[in-house]
C-alpha cells in the first residue's frame, strides 16, 4: 500500500512538472491548484479517483497533496514537499499531515518530505 500511494505520487510530480502534460494557467501564489482524474486500469480492473491539489508557490514546486479513492483501497492521502521546498511549503506539508490525522477520514497517509529527506506513514 505505502508502495502504491509513493508510485501515485511519483506520477503525479512527473506530470506536474512536465509542462507540455500539463493544462491550464497557474494561477495565483497561494492557491491550490486542484485537478481530478479518474483512472480505469484495464488490466487489473481497478477503478481509481484521484484530487490531486498542489499549491502554487513562486519560490519553489509547492507542496503535493494526493487524495485517491479506488475500487481495491480506501480513501488515502499522500503528501509530498518537493525537493527545493521553501519553508512555507514546508510548513504547509506539515499542516496538511496534521489535518488529515486529525480528521481520522484516511486509511493511509503517507507523508514525503523530500527537502529533509523525511518520510512517514501512518
Ligand atoms: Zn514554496
Partial sequence: MTRYIEKVCEEV??????PAKRGGERGMA???AVRKKNIYYDTDGIRENQ???V???????GVLKIETLSSVNPLSL???VP???CDRCTSEG???????RSKNKYSYIKFVNRRDRE???Y
Avoid: F, P, T
Fill in 13 to 18: 510530480v512527473e506530470n506536474y512538472r512536465n
Fill in 30 to 32: 497561494g492557491n491550490y
Fill in 51 to 53: 484530487v490531486e491539489s
Fill in 55 to 61: 499549491m502554487i508557490c513562486d519560490d519553489c514546486a
Fill in 78 to 80: 499522500g503528501i509530498e
Fill in 83 to 85: 525537493v527545493g521546498a
Fill in 94 to 100: 506539515y499542516r496538511i499531515l496534521e489535518q488529515g
Fill in 119 to 121: 518520510y512517514l506513514d
